[in-house]
């Protein structure tokens, strides 16, 4: 217990820090002594030099972000300092060892070049370093601000790439307008020590004018002596003051003036500066020529050439030692390579999803150009998460010359999927309702759903509009068909590391489920077949809580993927027919005859790779006869032909429906919820 009470240091700096702040304020009332005043002044001093050398060796702005608010601390202490020095010289005639010590020592005991020298400082300070700091601190805050969005838009096409993960692109955006707000800080901020200077110089005249008064007045001194007195101590307050001042003036100018790099400034000067030997050898040689002129002090030029030469001939042969041994690394390197086969594995690589484009669709990806397929396939990647419930991996864009100029390539696992030409600076106007498109322009057909389209300049794209034809820009052509594409064989791009992903998702907020489920219940790889049977079947998985409860309920019961799927189906019921109701919350299906759910229920055979019907091939024909009659004669709600039948020959009958019929929806009657109405609107017989 005694150690849980003793101070930590660590743990309570921001206490510190406030009440030291605290204190500043209250300096400028309460009186000091000589020698506390010392002591805050030689503080003051030596925190200065520490804030300069810290910028020294910063590599980038946001390793010292706090130096806004830490210039503003510094000039309020400075300004106490001076008050209270103030109130000492003038109150008492003296101003402690430092001020004595700079009054005499560091001008001589002349008030007259102290005071000048003083003028110079803050000349420095005001006129050079504090407003060339605050200007540069003005543009580099501007240029930030103008470059942030090119900045973003670059952090989101690494992103969308793959280059980074989401938790390096949230970094980076935060790093990025963490590196804004510095910026516009320090353009502020400069106008403290701006402030600061005038402040030097009047409290330096009210000082030498108000030390005379007081020193004839009150101590009975000669205008001489007060003069003499008041002068020196005076002037040795406002160097003892200006130099901390000019200090971290000079460290706001190193800081905002620094590029980001990887070392610091000292690694940096020396590596830049003597990086080109010859330069030092030419000035070597001027240097030379100069302590030739008679008037020109000899010697000191002379030590100026000889010390360049040297420097420029160390160098120059450090350099050639480095290409030396730079030259033996390469040559081993060369006989490793030749003598070690060539590396092939990261040629075995399969992007899960790609996108290879012609080479004359690259601007609708060069962002620079007002390019936005790298932000629409992000928000394709958002739309398959919220409406299907699946994570889509980074997809890759690359551009083949092996392609036509206008043509793009979705490839799933290196795989050709599905292809389309799209032209840039046209618009695509579609015939969905077939009455034909009187419009001139390439004529084409539409990539998705295989309408007839044609391709207008944009100077028609108002005309087909005021017509009532569809139109739509190249890059939603070509999302669109990514987005359809990525539904239809969401199934494919589910692999167990996608699984693992929604798990861990799942898992922070209901953890109990998945405890329950995973590993004592069921595997992984039979988790990842259940949602691949329910998203081939365009089901939604997004409600993991509600598919791992069922899994968890049944699965001690049996390991059937098959019939885990349709228990899982059975409870997803409302999310199965949210989109195939109508207003009146009814369905429109067909129904098998009972003779084929009896002849399929009776054909039925078990394989490792499910359930499959057993029909002959006549059979089998007059049934699809049958529903693609049903489907000409019928009308459905949204277009989705739907049917009807048992719960026991269901995942069957899709089976042998989902090759010819792709779009057909096959519901149980335990998939429908109860609320909700059946409209039989045909039956499929043979």
Same mark, same amino acid.
């Given at each position: 217990?005694?150690?849980?009470?003793?101070?930590?240091?660590?743990?309570?700096?921001?206490?510190?820090?406030?009440?030291?702040?605290?204190?500043? =304020?209250?300096?400028?009332?309460?009186?000091?002594?000589?020698?506390?005043?010392?002591?805050?002044?030689?503080?003051?001093?030596?925190?200065?030099?520490?804030?300069?050398?810290?910028?020294?060796?910063?590599?980038?702005?946001?390793?010292?972000?706090?130096?806004?608010?830490?210039?503003?601390?510094?000039?309020?202490?400075?300004?106490?300092?001076?008050?209270?020095?103030?109130?000492?010289?003038?109150?008492?005639?003296?101003?402690?060892?430092?001020?004595?010590?700079?009054?005499?020592?560091?001008?001589?005991?002349?008030?007259?070049?102290?005071?000048?020298?003083?003028?110079?400082?803050?000349?420095?300070?005001?006129?050079?370093?504090?407003?060339?700091?605050?200007?540069?601190?003005?543009?580099?805050?501007?240029?930030?601000?103008?470059?942030?969005?090119?900045?973003?838009?670059?952090?989101?096409?690494?992103?969308?790439?793959?280059?980074?993960?989401?938790?390096?692109?949230?970094?980076?955006?935060?790093?990025?307008?963490?590196?804004?707000?510095?910026?516009?800080?320090?353009?502020?901020?400069?106008?403290?020590?701006?402030?600061?200077?005038?402040?030097?110089?009047?409290?330096?005249?009210?000082?030498?004018?108000?030390?005379?008064?007081?020193?004839?007045?009150?101590?009975?001194?000669?205008?001489?002596?007060?003069?003499?007195?008041?002068?020196?101590?005076?002037?040795?307050?406002?160097?003892?003051?200006?130099?901390?001042?000019?200090?971290?003036?000079?460290?706001?100018?190193?800081?905002?003036?620094?590029?980001?790099?990887?070392?610091?400034?000292?690694?940096?000067?020396?590596?830049?500066?003597?990086?080109?030997?010859?330069?030092?050898?030419?000035?070597?040689?001027?240097?030379?020529?100069?302590?030739?002129?008679?008037?020109?002090?000899?010697?000191?030029?002379?030590?100026?050439?000889?010390?360049?030469?040297?420097?420029?001939?160390?160098?120059?042969?450090?350099?050639?030692?480095?290409?030396?041994?730079?030259?033996?690394?390469?040559?081993?390197?060369?006989?490793?390579?030749?003598?070690?086969?060539?590396?092939?594995?990261?040629?075995?690589?399969?992007?899960?999803?790609?996108?290879?484009?012609?080479?004359?669709?690259?601007?609708?990806?060069?962002?620079?150009?007002?390019?936005?397929?790298?932000?629409?396939?992000?928000?394709?990647?958002?739309?398959?998460?919220?409406?299907?419930?699946?994570?889509?991996?980074?997809?890759?864009?690359?551009?083949?010359?092996?392609?036509?100029?206008?043509?793009?390539?979705?490839?799933?696992?290196?795989?050709?999927?599905?292809?389309?030409?799209?032209?840039?600076?046209?618009?695509?106007?579609?015939?969905?309702?077939?009455?034909?498109?009187?419009?001139?322009?390439?004529?084409?057909?539409?990539?998705?759903?295989?309408?007839?389209?044609?391709?207008?300049?944009?100077?028609?794209?108002?005309?087909?509009?005021?017509?009532?034809?569809?139109? =739509?820009?190249?890059?939603?052509?070509?999302?669109?068909?990514?987005?359809?594409?990525?539904?239809?064989?969401?199934?494919?791009?589910?692999?167990?590391?996608?699984?693992?992903?929604?798990?861990?998702?799942?898992?922070? #907020?209901?953890?109990?489920?998945?405890?329950?489920?995973?590993? #004592?219940?069921?595997?992984?790889?039979?988790?990842?077949?259940?949602?691949?049977?329910?998203?081939?079947?365009?089901?939604?998985?997004?409600?993991?809580?509600?598919?791992?409860?069922?899994?968890?309920?049944?699965?001690?019961?049996?390991?059937? =993927?098959?019939?885990?799927?349709?228990?899982?189906?059975?409870?997803?019921?409302?999310?199965?027919?949210?989109?195939?109701?109508?207003?009146?919350?009814?369905?429109?299906?067909?129904?098998?005859?009972?003779?084929?759910?009896?002849?399929?229920?009776?054909?039925?055979?078990?394989?490792?790779?499910?359930?499959?019907?057993?029909?002959?091939?006549?059979?089998?024909?007059?049934?699809?006869?049958?529903?693609?009659?049903?489907?000409?004669?019928?009308?459905?709600?949204?277009?989705?032909?739907?049917?009807?039948?048992?719960?026991?020959?269901?995942?069957?009958?899709?089976?042998?429906?989902?090759?010819?019929?792709? #779009?057909?929806?096959?519901?149980?009657?335990?998939?429908?919820?109860?609320?909700?109405?059946?409209?039989?609107?045909?039956?499929?017989?043979?």
């Amino acid at each position: 217990m005694a150690n849980d009470k003793k101070f930590n240091l660590s743990k309570s700096t921001d206490i510190i820090v406030a009440v030291a702040v605290i204190l500043i =304020v209250l300096m400028i009332i309460i009186p000091l002594k000589t020698w506390m005043l010392d002591i805050l002044l030689a503080f003051n001093l030596s925190f200065s030099l520490t804030i300069m050398l810290l910028t020294m060796f910063t590599t980038e702005v946001l390793e010292f972000s706090i130096f806004p608010t830490l210039l503003l601390i510094t000039t309020l202490f400075r300004l106490g300092l001076n008050i209270s020095s103030t109130r000492l010289i003038l109150g008492q005639a003296q101003g402690g060892k430092i001020i004595e010590a700079f009054g005499n020592f560091v001008v001589g005991g002349n008030y007259v070049v102290g005071f000048i020298l003083f003028i110079i400082i803050v000349i420095i300070q005001f006129v050079v370093i504090t407003n060339g700091a605050g200007r540069v601190a003005e543009v580099a805050a501007r240029f930030t601000l103008d470059a942030m969005p090119g900045k973003q838009m670059s952090i989101d096409a690494d992103l969308n790439a793959g280059i980074i993960s989401e938790a390096e692109a949230k970094d980076r955006r935060k790093k990025l307008q963490l590196e804004a707000d510095f910026y516009g800080a320090m353009d502020g901020a400069s106008k403290f020590v701006k402030g600061d200077a005038i402040a030097g110089i009047v409290i330096v005249v009210i000082n030498i004018l108000g030390g005379i008064v007081i020193g004839i007045l009150f101590h009975n001194m000669s205008a001489m002596e007060a003069l003499t007195r008041y002068a020196l101590l005076t002037v040795g307050d406002g160097l003892v003051s200006q130099i901390p001042a000019l200090l971290i003036s000079t460290a706001s100018g190193i800081i905002v003036t620094r590029s980001a790099s990887d070392t610091s400034f000292g690694k940096e000067f020396t590596k830049q500066i003597t990086s080109y030997p010859k330069v030092l050898a030419i000035s070597s040689g001027i240097l030379f020529l100069l302590s030739l002129i008679p008037s020109l002090p000899k010697a000191a030029f002379l030590f100026m050439s000889v010390l360049c030469g040297g420097l420029s001939y160390f160098l120059i042969k450090e350099e050639k030692q480095k290409e030396a041994i730079k030259e033996v690394a390469m040559t081993k390197n060369t006989k490793v390579e030749k003598s070690e086969p060539e590396n092939v594995i990261h040629l075995l690589n399969v992007e899960p999803l790609e996108i290879e484009i012609g080479y004359g669709l690259i601007p609708l990806a060069d962002m620079a150009n007002g390019g936005d397929l790298l932000d629409r396939i992000a928000g394709v990647r958002r739309q398959c998460a919220i409406e299907m419930g699946i994570i889509v991996q980074p997809i890759r864009i690359r551009d083949n010359l092996q392609l036509a100029t206008n043509e793009y390539c979705i490839k799933i696992k290196g795989i050709p999927v599905g292809k389309g030409e799209i032209f840039c600076n046209h618009y695509l106007a579609i015939d969905a309702t077939g009455e034909g498109i009187n419009i001139d322009g390439i004529k084409t057909v539409e990539p998705t759903f295989g309408l007839p389209a044609v391709w207008i300049p944009e100077s028609r794209k108002e005309e087909a509009e005021f017509n009532g034809i569809t139109v =739509v820009d190249p890059t939603t052509v070509l999302v669109t068909h990514l987005t359809e594409i990525i539904k239809s064989h969401s199934y494919e791009l589910l692999g167990r590391q996608e699984v693992k992903m929604l798990i861990d998702n799942l898992k922070e #907020n209901y953890s109990a489920v998945v405890e329950e489920l995973i590993p #004592n219940i069921l595997t992984l790889g039979e988790i990842q077949k259940v949602l691949q049977n329910l998203l081939k079947e365009r089901v939604p998985i997004r409600d993991l809580v509600t598919i791992f409860e069922t899994l968890a309920d049944n699965g001690v019961n049996t390991k059937d =993927v098959e019939l885990l799927t349709e228990y899982v189906r059975f409870s997803l019921g409302r999310t199965i027919c949210k989109n195939l109701v109508d207003e009146n919350n009814c369905i429109r299906v067909l129904t098998l005859h009972p003779e084929i759910e009896q002849l399929i229920g009776d054909s039925i055979q078990k394989t490792y790779q499910g359930s499959y019907p057993a029909l002959d091939p006549d059979t089998t024909k007059r049934i699809f006869e049958s529903i693609k009659m049903c489907i000409e004669t019928s009308n459905f709600n949204n277009g989705q032909p739907v049917v009807l039948c048992s719960p026991r020959i269901r995942p069957v009958f899709r089976k042998l429906t989902e090759i010819v019929f792709q #779009n057909l929806t096959v519901l149980s009657m335990n998939e429908i919820p109860t609320d909700v109405q059946i409209e039989t609107v045909g039956m499929v017989a043979i």
